[in-house]
């Protein structure tokens, strides 16, 4: 079965500083989804990568999956404390329709 | 808005105690899904509806069952809740039909005292 690695598993940065979370997969991505949860609450969609090379980009947010297709990385350029929350990766997978397999998240804060 | 909601927020029951767990969507989707997320750990998906199709997860306990009596609800029903089911439980649909993306309400937060 598909497994994902998130680190780092928290991070703590001064406002204003760019931090980047990585998602490696131990089988090749299919697809890769990157999630936001906010403590206690559902999960918000960001982006999704289906081609090795391709990067995406939403406001100061940039998701990039490899070549290779087994490694995804979520770029946040001059973070702001609204970036605070877990980041979960999430990779298709498995027999049933739509199944996302998820990372274990990264948990950001961001202190003004 | 469209969108996906859960009821109630947040739940208490006691040990062994029937609960359900509600989830209603407007967006009219085919897939409706059930995840388990203990606390630090990543969702599990424990089942899904394609339509009025069922599919459970092979490691999903026989404890949990679910109903979708119409396209927008779906229920999970936890038969005899232990301390090691509380947890978050999100439900997500899908539109189907090839559809990758999945839109997740804002979750029901059990505990089970």
């Known amino acids: 079965s598909q497994e994902l690695e998130q680190s780092p598993q928290s991070l703590i940065v001064q406002e204003g500083k760019n931090l980047t979370i990585n998602c490696t997969s131990s089988?090749?991505?299919?697809?890769l989804y990157w999630y936001k949860q906010k403590y206690g609450e559902g999960l918000i969609f960001l982006m999704m990568l289906q081609k090795g090379g391709e990067e995406k980009s939403h406001e100061k947010i940039t998701a990039k999956l490899d070549e290779k297709k087994q490694q995804s990385s979520l770029h946040i350029t001059a973070s702001q404390p609204s970036h605070a929350g877990i980041y979960l990766c999430?990779?298709?997978?498995?027999?049933?329709?739509?199944?996302?397999?998820f990372g274990q998240g990264t948990i950001l804060t961001v202190h003004p | 808005d469209a969108m996906v909601i859960q009821n109630p927020r947040y739940q208490v029951t006691q040990f062994g105690k029937p609960v359900t767990l509600s989830c209603s969507q407007t967006?009219?989707?085919?897939?409706m899904y059930w995840y388990q997320q203990k606390s630090s750990q990543a969702p599990k998906l424990l089942f899904h509806y394609y339509d009025k199709d069922f599919n459970n997860e092979a490691d999903t306990p026989d404890n949990f069952q679910s109903r979708r009596p119409n396209t927008s609800f779906c229920f999970l029903d936890i038969r005899s809740p232990g301390l090691g089911d509380a947890a978050m439980y999100l439900c997500a649909t899908n539109p189907g039909q090839g559809a990758r993306e999945q839109y997740f309400g804002p979750g029901t937060r059990l505990t089970v005292t």
């Open positions: 967006l009219n989707h085919n897939v």
């Open positions: 089988k090749t991505l299919y697809g």
């Open positions: 999430g990779a298709p997978g498995g027999t049933s329709y739509g199944k996302l397999t």
